[in-house]
Nanobody, 120 residues
């Protein structure tokens, strides 16, 4: 089993920055693609950004140029640097990871979520 623990959410004003972290632990041979998703009240969960094990990134159009995803493979951690935050970025942010365990089984995992609230 793999556990994903997010941290770094909070309440900020529009234009400010936050950095989210997600640390993976457990039965991990390899972490493959990792990513961040978000879900606002009354809306579906949506992709924010993903990063492959080799560092290739993908972003939602709404966050391009403002958010940066990165990872530290030695620490099994993925980050999301969020700059120029807007009220519409308010949501619960979830970490996601594709992981391969020592039995060479692959599974997809979610964190418990961290709240980001941006006031205008």
């Amino acid at each position: 089993q793999v556990q994903l623990v997010e941290s770094g959410g909070g309440l900020v004003q529009a234009g400010e920055s936050l950095r989210l972290s997600c640390a993976a632990s457990g039965n991990i041979l390899r972490l493959n693609t990792m990513g961040w998703y978000r879900q606002a009240p009354g809306k579906q969960r949506e992709l924010v950004a993903t990063i492959t094990s080799t560092g290739s990134t993908n972003y939602a159009n709404s966050v391009k140029g403002r958010f940066t995803i990165s990872r530290d493979n030695d620490k099994n951690t993925v980050y999301l640097q969020m700059n120029s935050l807007k009220p519409e970025d308010t949501a619960t942010y979830y970490c996601n990871a594709d992981a391969t365990n020592w039995r060479l089984q692959g599974n997809n995992y979610w964190g418990q979520g961290t709240q980001v609230t941006v006031s205008s």
